[in-house]
């Protein structure tokens, strides 16, 4: 398999024409080896348009998922990173090329290990993992610049809302399957908040957060 030329098709055929045009981005995916993040089994699946599974009934997100959302969060090399379901370490790792600091918390003890081993094994220094559950967040780290959270949620979490500094932004993907969408919050000042909702996918449910209740008749 020609892994460079797999990584061109899947930024140019899966990435681009999902309005992934940032040139920042796209070098980044570029450069930072997805398919060393991928479990050794999927390896030949690492560019394709799929989610990869991972260990616990976890998974890697479709990398043009991952990169419209590392689009529209716009991290900054002066900012500070929190983020939900670390998975292998790959969104880690990207983040963590664009931002200041980048704190990932997974709530799978063997998970947490992995993605730690293939940050260290990528040389990315600035990326922490740290085996907590995420629904809960890391209070005493806060505030944070960006938050995203690496899976579905059945609505926006209050509580990780009020770790945004004033300007930060919090991406997820909200709603129920099969209707989701990505969803970017922005804390435009202490009690004000702007959403967004730019595009629409599906993706696997981050645990712990409420679901609220459904009612039928």
Known sequence: ??????????????????EVLDAQVLHLLSVVKREDFVPPGYRNLAFVDMEIPLTDGQCMLAPRVEARLLQDL????????????????????LLAHRAQRVISLEIHAELARTARANLQAAGVL?????????????????????????????EVPQSL??????GG??????????????????????????????????APRLLNFPEPSRFSF
């Open 74 to 93: 716009g991290v900054q090399k002066h900012e500070k990173v929190l983020e939900i379901g670390a998975g292998s370490g790959y969104m880690a790792a």
């Open 169 to 202: 932004r919090l991406g997820a993907i909200i709603g129920d399957d099969p209707v989701m969408r990505a969803t970017i919050v922005t804390r435009v000042g202490e009690s004000q908040f702007r959403t967004q909702q730019p595009w629409d996918t599906v």
């Open 126 to 154: 600035n990326a922490e993992v740290r085996h907590l559950d995420g629904a809960r967040g890391v209070p005493v780290e806060a505030p944070f610049d960006v938050i995203l959270l690496s899976g579905s949620l059945p």
């Open 161 to 166: 809302l009020g770790h945004l500094k004033v």
């Open 1 to 18: 398999m020609n892994l460079e030329q797999a990584r061109f098709n899947m930024i140019e055929q899966q990435i681009r024409p999902w």
